[in-house]
Each structure stands twice: as structure tokens, then as C-alpha cells.
């Protein structure tokens, strides 16, 4: 079931931001989410510096140069006193260039395992943007929810206050009794502790929102309709088998880790390079 809740969020997200732009709406939610949340931020920096390391592995193959630089002075000393001036200085340089020629295939299997984990870390971006848009759609909608919940405890406690005003005015006139006026505030107490408990939950799913969304929850509209579903659960492990970003990361992850045992085992042939 997890899988498809987070395909059909993922739909959602898609959906939703391909619309316009509407403050207080789910699609602002979802894309100040994209933008701001530090989750997908650092997922997203950790995917550039793996993309990082396909330059890095490239490099090993390409022709290296190094230069040396030396400063010489000659002096020739017999006894106390000088046999002769010294000579120099001279300047003395070198430059060499190498180029591997033949490795065993090391060079090329370390590209293509560090080419599949950029590719890993793509699917492992894809699977965090979901995770994080399931945490923005629930806070968004506790939020809604208790909005409303508050708002219909406070309708409660109006009326329970009205109630009770009406009882003592009753007592007063002798139609009912102290043990009416009693439960009427009783009833009007506990109308008020709800209303204070609802009130501290939907205070902490305010905070909840600006957490994942990034900031504080304004007016919020309902929230539009689903996009089509999978018609039966089959069709949903299908799209799940073939599309979702974990198993993708999984995988890719077990292809580097295969290229990897080929870089090492290139590690065993000869090499050759050619030396200018």
C-alpha cells in the first residue's frame, strides 16, 4: 500500500504543478515544498557531488603532464681557502607527458559505475520528493481538518454558553432546579476543555506545516480531486514494479557495485602508457 500511496501522490504532485499559480491552495504548498524544504535541498546536493565523480573517474584516463623546475649552483672548496668560483647558476627544467595507452578496462568500468550511481541518486531524489510530498498533502490537510474541528467546537461552547444562560434564568424564575444549572456548566466546562485540547492540536499541525512547507499556513482552499488510478491492485504492483524510484536506486546501486568488481579486477593486468 505504500507504494501506490506514493504513485498516486506523485500524480498528484505532477498534476498540480503543471496548473497555475493560486495562493493557499495545495499546488502553492507543494512548490514552496520543492523550493524550501532542507530535505530535498541536501538530497539534491548530494546527487551533484555523485554526479561529481563521473569527472573524477574520467580523469584517471586522460594524459597527465607534470614539469620540473631546478635551480643549480656549483661550488668547489679545498681546505680553508677557495680553489676556484663557484659556477651557476643554472636553471634546469623537464616536462613529461604520460598517456595510458591500456589499463584493463579500469578506466571505463570506474566511469560506468560512477554514470550509474548519478543515475541511482536520481531514482533516491525521486523517492525523497515523494516521501516529502506525502508529508506536505497530511499536513496540509490536518491542517484543514482541524481548522474545522476548532471552528465547530467553538460553534459548541456558543451554544453551551447560550444554554446556560438560559437555565439560570429559568432557575431564577423557579422552573428548574440547581442540578439543572449544575449539569449546565458541567456541560459548558467540558465544551471548553475540548476546545482547548482541538485548539493545541491544531496549533501543532500549523507548526507541523511550517516545518515541511516552509512556512505558515495562511487561509488554505480544499484541496482538488484525485488524478485516475490503477483500476485493480495488479496494475498497481505493475506500474509500482517498473516505476518506483526505490527499487530503481536499488538497482542501479547493485549495477555499480558489478562495474566496481571489474575495476578491480582490471587492477591485475599490465598497463601501458606512452611517455614523451
Same mark, same amino acid.
Given at each position: ?106 578506466? &571505463?568500468?570506474? %566511469?560506468?559505475?560512477? *554514470?550509474? !550511481?548519478?543515475?541511482? =541518486? +536520481? /531514482?533516491? @531524489?525521486?523517492? #525523497?520528493? $515523494? ?46 432546579? &440547581?442540578?439543572? %444549572?449544575?449539569?449546565? *456548566?458541567? !456541560?459548558?466546562?467540558? =465544551? +471548553? /476543555?475540548? @476546545?482547548?485540547? #482541538?485548539? $493545541? ?60 568488481? +571489474? ?14
Amino acid at each position: 500500500m505504500s507504494v501506490f500511496r506514493k504513485l498516486a501522490l506523485g500524480s498528484l504532485a505532477v498534476a498540480l504543478l503543471a496548473g497555475t499559480a493560486s495562493a493557499d491552495t495545495l499546488r502553492e504548498a507543494l512548490v514552496l515544498t520543492y523550493r524550501n524544504n532542507p530535505t530535498i535541498t541536501g538530497q539534491r546536493e548530494l546527487l551533484r557531488v555523485t554526479d561529481a565523480n563521473v569527472a573524477i573517474a574520467r580523469a584517471a584516463g586522460r594524459p597527465q603532464v607534470s614539469a620540473i623546475v631546478g635551480l643549480n649552483r656549483d661550488l668547489t672548496r679545498s681546505g680553508i681557502l677557495e680553489s676556484s668560483q663557484g659556477k651557476g647558476p643554472t636553471l634546469s627544467t623537464g616536462v613529461d607527458l604520460s598517456y595510458p595507452l591500456f589499463n584493463g578496462g579500469s578506466v &571505463r568500468n570506474s %566511469v560506468r559505475a560512477a *554514470e550509474t !550511481r548519478v543515475e541511482a =541518486g +536520481r /531514482a533516491t @531524489l525521486r523517492a #525523497v520528493e $515523494g516521501d516529502i510530498f506525502t508529508e506536505a498533502v497530511a499536513a496540509y490537510m490536518d491542517v484543514i481538518r482541524d481548522r474545522a474541528i476548532v471552528e465547530l467546537n467553538e460553534n459548541q461552547v456558543r451554544v453551551l454558553t447560550t444554554n446556560l444562560e438560559a437555565t439560570r434564568d429559568r432557575f431564577e424564575v423557579g422552573d428548574l432546579t &440547581r442540578t439543572d %444549572v449544575a449539569q449546565s *456548566e458541567a !456541560r459548558l466546562s467540558l =465544551g +471548553r /476543555a475540548n @476546545l482547548a485540547t #482541538v485548539q $493545541g492540536r491544531l496549533l501543532a499541525s500549523e507548526e507541523n506545516y511550517r516545518r515541511v512547507i516552509g512556512r505558515r499556513p495562511d487561509a488554505l482552499q480544499p484541496p482538488p480531486p484525485l488524478p485516475p488510478l490503477p483500476t485493480n491492485p495488479d496494475q498497481a504492483v505493475q506500474i509500482a514494479l517498473a516505476s518506483n524510484p526505490d527499487l530503481i536506486a536499488i538497482t542501479r546501486q547493485a549495477d555499480a557495485a558489478r562495474f566496481d568488481v +571489474r575495476t578491480a579486477r582490471a587492477s591485475r593486468l599490465p598497463t601501458v602508457s606512452g611517455v614523451a
